[in-house]
């Protein structure tokens, strides 16, 4: 779902920047027309962009996953130790009887 939204949002904001270049630029530059190899260069570096983007996001993604792992593991193992405190107590107060 992130990884969907991200794409989306580099894509809509790769469209919007050239869209809002072609819209500033100077009549003289206006004439000029981009080259189909210039074109399919910035098309080339805006895809490498976004699979590096992709990269760091799933990269994150899976240090999240693992970070709540660790931490489920270390709530399971204080939960444990509570439990055998609780023991340990109600032992040595039957004890102390």
């Given at each position: ?6 794409v ?21 530059a ?22 590096r ?20 593991q ?5 939960a ?10 109600v032992r ?6």
């Amino acid at each position: 779902m992130r990884l969907t939204q991200l794409v989306v949002i580099i894509g809509f904001m790769i469209i919007s920047t050239a869209w809002a270049s072609d819209q500033v630029t100077s009549p003289s530059a206006a004439a000029t027309v981009k080259s189909p190899a210039t074109t399919q260069r910035q098309l080339v570096s805006h895809q490498a962009e976004v699979k590096r983007l992709e990269r760091d996001l799933s990269r994150q993604e899976s240090d999240s996953k693992r970070a709540s792992e660790r931490l489920q593991q270390q709530d399971q193992a204080i939960a444990e130790l509570q439990k055998q405190l609780h023991e340990l107590q109600v032992r040595s107060a039957s004890d102390s009887r």
